[in-house]
């Protein structure tokens, strides 16, 4: 059983305040549908998966964006 610090399940929470969204401290299991902390763990965790997308179409969209950035600040 792992802890909630590395489960792939916990999502952190964001508040709203009246400049905009925060991050709170506090975080959520999206499997037990309960606030959840650090040190707590449960029989449902799963290893959280770094995922990167590398892809061609995602550095064209990059070029793409590059262009137009320079392009308006000149």
């Keep these: 059983m792992g802890k909630c610090k590395s489960c792939a399940n916990r999502k952190r929470l964001y508040r709203r305040s009246t ?26 965790w799963e290893k959280k998966r770094v995922e990167t997308d590398l892809s061609k179409a995602r550095f064209d969209k990059v070029e793409d964006d590059l262009r137009y950035l320079t392009e308006k600040f000149r």
Aim: proline residues 0%; hydrophobic residues 10%.
């Design 19 to 44: 400049c905009g969204y925060y991050a709170d401290k506090k975080y959520y299991c999206t499997e037990r549908e309960t606030m959840t902390d650090n040190e707590s763990g449960c029989e449902r």
